[in-house]
């Protein structure tokens, strides 16, 4: 045992070792001696770990081996995807792609200075909301708007600043979860407010939240229960209803929109997703809702509503803690200035031009793909089957699209075998296993992206024909 421990060459050793010295030009000295000893520990722990003698491989082959995991650790955090799953507003891979004026915008505006807390024109300061509050009250209609890091946030600090300490009626359909770790209940508390449910989980009515007011009733709160449905014997309140309980005991109506669709869905096939502007005409104090769903921007939680509630909300401690930087700002109002023109907007905003493509066109583009992989190396039959994309985002599961998907089968491999190896490409692919066919669904490939999938498919191609189980 003794003797395999000499075996292994010091650390200056190997940081003399032609692959070693050409890392520290890439990366910086200590994250290489880092790296070695890393290496060395690691080894050393096996040896004596080891109950039978275990090959120690060459100082060259070592060096190589920690210069590769530094490269490997060197490359960007997060990786380009291509999402093949169908799922439009995918939370995993980040939910709505930015518009090119967005990206262009951002890069401009990261790259230097700007104007995000001062108005170039007066020399005065001003606030940073100030960059897309005209845009978002345009949009909606309100009076005022203020932009924080994302919904759960914008429900926090607004329940804080308009019900703090005080009781909030919500309806007993509407608690919600929305992926683990939101849990309406739960971010009431953070809040500081207490939850009052009223009515059934099937049926609320106007007079349920009426005779829950009373004098430490601080707001009543609607929300929209996007990834569930109830259906059946069923009852619920409209925003207008709810207002109109709210101004006769002089209680103010917080409206949770969610997804923040600023046009009508229901021409995409997408029903039942609130607009945003109807909730302020119907009279709503604040509407709350995702910059990164429907609107197809940045990840963001957005307030609009009456000036008193933003004010209260600005002048909130939290809203130092919830502010967004320059780069969501300048994003954010990228993006809503494509509303301004809704025929250019399906053309410039990837989420509406997934929504808008004919399923006919997803079909030729997955014929033109499958004809070019069909049989090559290792991948069988290559077919083009129908398929039902779906919005995500927390968005009702019950919707869908109709939609094509490329299946790909190797010969010999499962589909989740198929699923690792297009994860571990450059783009890295994430597709659909469905029983055990593996599928990459066309409605969330970008067209221009269709060639680089080909040549991941061709690799695959090839990857595929070493043995079974490697
Ligand atoms: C998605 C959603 C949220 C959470 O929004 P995030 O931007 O993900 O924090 C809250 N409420 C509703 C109704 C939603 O749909």
């Not at 004596?48 to 190589?64: F, G, K, L, R, V």
């Not at 009733?217 to 014997?233: D, Q, R």
């Not at 669904?441 to 269709?450: G, K, L, N, S």
């Amino acid at each position: 045992m003794a003797n395999i421990f000499r075996n292994i060459p010091s650390v200056n050793q190997l940081l003399e070792s032609p692959q070693l010295k050409k890392m520290v030009d890439k990366v910086n000295h200590q994250v290489v001696v880092d790296g070695v000893r890393t290496f060395i520990d690691d080894l050393k722990e096996k040896v004596h770990a080891a109950t039978e003698d275990i090959d120690i491989p060459s100082p060259s082959d070592m060096a190589e081996h920690i210069a590769d995991w530094l490269t490997r650790e060197d490359q960007p955090v997060l990786r380009r995807a291509i999402n093949g799953t169908g799922i439009i507003l995918h939370t995993g891979l980040g939910r709505a792609p930015l518009c090119k004026a967005a990206i262009d915008e951002v890069a401009s505006i990261s790259a230097g200075y700007a104007s995000v807390e001062i108005d170039l024109h007066s020399g005065q300061r001003s606030q940073r909301v100030n960059a897309v509050q005209k845009l978002l009250c345009e949009l909606t209609g309100a009076e005022s708007a203020v932009v924080v890091n994302n919904n759960a946030a914008a429900t926090m600090i607004t329940l804080a600043s308009m019900a703090g300490g005080k009781e909030v009626i919500v309806s007993r359909g509407q608690l919600i979860e929305i992926g683990g770790s939101y849990r309406l209940p739960d971010v009431m508390e953070c809040s500081g407010c207490k939850l009052k449910e009223v009515g059934t989980t099937n049926k609320t009515r106007g007079s349920d939240y009426a005779n829950a007011i009373h004098e430490e009733t601080g707001a009543l709160l609607k929300v929209h229960p996007s990834n569930f449905e109830i259906v059946g014997f069923t009852a619920t309140v409209s925003t207008r209803e709810l207002v109109e309980v709210g101004k006769k005991h002089g209680v103010p109506v917080i409206d949770d929109v969610g997804s923040g669709a600023l046009i009508d869905f229901s021409q995409y096939g997408l029903a039942d997703e609130p607009v945003v502007s109807q909730s302020i005409a119907d009279g709503a104090d604040v509407a709350l809702f995702s910059g990164d769903k429907l609107i197809g921007g940045p990840q963001c939680g957005i307030i609009v509503g009456k000036q008193k509630y933003i004010d209260a909300i600005l002048a909130n401690p939290l809203m130092r803690a919830m502010r967004v930087g320059k780069m969501t700002l300048a994003a954010l109002a990228a993006t809503l200035k494509q509303y301004r023109n809704i025929e250019s907007a399906e053309q410039s905003i990837p989420l509406l031009t997934m929504l808008s493509t004919p399923a006919a066109n997803l079909k030729l583009r997955g014929e033109k793909i499958a004809a070019q992989v069909n049989g090559v190396g290792c991948i069988g039959q290559c077919e083009v089957v129908e398929s039902r994309s779906m919005l995500g985002g927390g968005s009702l599961p019950t919707q869908e699209l109709p939609s094509y998907s490329v299946m790909i089968s190797v010969e010999g491999r499962t589909a989740s075998w198929i699923g690792q190896k297009m994860r571990d490409s450059d783009p890295g692919v994430m597709g659909r296993v469905q029983k055990d066919r593996y599928l990459i669904d066309m409605r969330t490939v970008f067209p221009a992206e269709d060639a680089k999938l080909v040549s991941v498919l061709e690799t695959l191609a090839t990857a595929g024909t070493g043995s079974a189980g490697s």
